[in-house]
């Protein structure tokens, strides 16, 4: 979760800092990292010294190098030839696994902060709370959580081939990978998968195989991935999600999404699986 920073903490030496501005995210020019700075070097937060929070470990019992501190400037901006703004992606492909679970964990938080000012039941002021990650009214009480919306993405084979899609939204980069949907209210995992191959490619599989899941947080995944063996039909696109689906060779793979994510990670699998 995150927990309000007393001010005094601040000046205690370096932190991580985590400074979003509109949907992107600060860095000192050139780089492509966020900060490991003290507070001092960092004059244009003087106007948030109320507002910063620090992100919790995940896992308590480790004990990271520096604290991570968490700023939203929501709609403004730093004017300085000093520091750039880069989108969460670029700084997200460029980064270790573990900065980036912390810079996208840090993302959902402010998503849910901003997008959760006014209750949704009786439209008064929502307030944080500090012994749990949520916004509590405080007129008629209701409290609401940080969103996780679970997403099932899927490696279907058949034999040594193994079907990807080219989705409408990829049509420039030309790179196919695996299919993936929202799970619906009411729907298992399993069923999710089998709806929305069938929707999107017009295929049936069989044999599921659970692989793995990866937070994604654009704004707030979880991706769910599942191995799956081809059960029949054709391929037969819904043109509003796929631009094109083929069965591809093993030999002779299109450009696929890098191992970072669990989309490259479940056609590594297969590959490994068949070969
Ligand atoms: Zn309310």
Same mark, same amino acid.
């Given at each position: 979760?995150?927990?309000?920073?007393?001010?005094h903490?601040?000046?205690?030496?370096?932190?991580r800092?985590?400074?979003?501005?509109?949907?992107?995210?600060?860095?000192?020019?050139?780089?492509?990292?966020?900060?490991?700075?003290?507070?001092?070097?960092?004059?244009?937060?003087?106007?948030?010294?109320?507002?910063?929070?620090? =992100?919790?470990?995940?896992?308590?019992?480790?004990?990271?190098?520096?604290?991570? *501190?968490?700023?939203?400037?929501?709609?403004?901006?730093?004017?300085?030839?000093?520091?750039?703004?880069?989108?969460?992606?670029?700084?997200?492909?460029?980064?270790?696994?573990? &900065?980036?679970?912390?810079?996208?964990? &840090?993302?959902?938080?402010?998503?849910?902060?901003?997008?959760?000012?006014?209750?949704?039941?009786?439209?008064?002021?929502?307030?944080?709370?500090d012994?749990?990650?949520?916004?509590?009214?405080?007129?008629?009480?209701?409290?609401?959580y940080?969103?996780?919306?679970?997403?099932?993405?899927?490696?279907?084979?058949?034999?040594?081939?193994?079907?990807? &899609?080219?989705?409408?939204?990829?049509?420039?980069?030309?790179?196919?990978?695996?299919?993936?949907?929202?799970?619906?209210?009411?729907e298992?995992?399993?069923?999710?998968?089998?709806?929305?191959?069938?929707?999107?490619?017009?295929?049936?599989?069989?044999?599921?195989?659970?692989?793995?899941?990866?937070?994604?947080? *654009?704004?707030?995944?979880?991706?769910?991935?599942? =191995?799956?063996?081809?059960?029949?039909?054709?391929?037969?696109?819904?043109?509003?999600?796929?631009?094109?689906?083929?069965?591809?060779?093993?030999?002779?793979?299109?450009?696929?999404?890098?191992?970072?994510?669990?989309?490259?990670?479940?056609?590594?699998?297969?590959?490994?699986?068949?070969?």
């Open positions: 979760m995150m927990k309000k920073v007393p001010s903490q601040l000046k205690q030496g370096a932190a800092w985590l400074i979003f501005s509109r949907s992107k995210l600060l860095v000192a020019s050139g780089d492509t990292q966020p900060p490991v700075t003290d507070a001092s070097s960092l004059p244009f937060l003087a106007a948030y010294q109320q507002d910063v929070y620090q =992100l919790t470990p995940l896992e308590a019992h480790l004990q990271e190098e520096q604290p991570t *501190f968490v700023v939203d400037m929501g709609a403004e901006a730093v004017d300085s030839d000093e520091w750039e703004e880069v989108s969460l992606r670029n700084v997200l492909m460029n980064t270790p696994v573990g &900065a980036f679970s912390v810079v996208g964990r &840090a993302w959902q938080y402010v998503h849910f902060l901003r997008t959760h000012r006014f209750c949704g039941q009786c439209g008064s002021a929502m307030h944080k709370i012994w749990e990650m949520a916004m509590q009214c405080q007129q008629c009480q209701h409290r609401c940080p969103r996780v919306s679970p997403c099932i993405i899927v490696a279907i084979h058949d034999n040594e081939r193994i079907l990807l &899609a080219r989705g409408v939204r990829h049509r420039e980069t030309n790179m196919y990978s695996t299919l993936a949907g929202f799970v619906e209210s009411g298992s995992l399993e069923q999710a998968v089998h709806r929305e191959v069938f929707e999107e490619v017009g295929v049936r599989v069989k044999n599921l195989q659970y692989f793995g899941s990866q937070p994604w947080p *654009f704004p707030h995944s979880l991706m769910v991935g599942y =191995l799956a063996e081809y059960d029949g039909g054709n391929i037969v696109c819904d043109e509003h999600e796929i631009d094109d689906a083929q069965w591809f060779s093993l030999d002779a793979l299109p450009d696929t999404p890098p191992k970072l994510s669990i989309a490259g990670q479940l056609i590594d699998a297969v590959i490994k699986q068949l070969s």
